[in-house]
Nanobody
């Protein structure tokens, strides 16, 4: 089981990026999956997640209206479209999956983790 995140980079305030997470060795559609981030000196926090049971989504208050999570089951991929980026969005972003159909925004609920991709938003 492997998750591989990509798509990070350097972007100016107000810019956009799309993160991608590829799953290998398992069917992403069978798991609740999400995006998390960890800024320097801070704890890992939930950004957004999607349940496999009904496709319902959750977002952290800090990203509501700016970020959109989506999944492409045919490609076995998860995406995070990020818009109106702010310097406080700077972090390493991780995708993760949990062995449950119901997504939560809490990192400790997730078992499988990707390696992370760095997003840097310059002011």
């Amino acid at each position: 089981v492997q998750l591989q995140a990509s798509g990070g980079g350097l972007v100016q305030t107000g810019g956009s990026l799309r993160l991608s997470c590829a799953a290998y060795g398992f069917t992403l559609a069978d798991y609740a999956i999400g995006w998390f981030r960890q800024a320097p000196g801070k704890e890992r926090e939930g950004v957004s997640c999607v349940s496999s049971s009904d496709g319902s989504t959750l977002y952290a208050d800090s990203v509501k209206g700016r970020f959109t999570i989506s999944r492409d089951n045919a490609k076995n991929r998860l995406y995070l479209q990020m818009s109106s980026l702010k310097p406080e969005d700077t972090a390493v972003y991780y995708c993760a999956a949990r062995t449950s159909a119901i997504a939560t925004i809490y990192p400790y609920d997730y078992y499988y983790w990707g390696q992370g991709t760095l997003v840097t938003v310059s002011s």
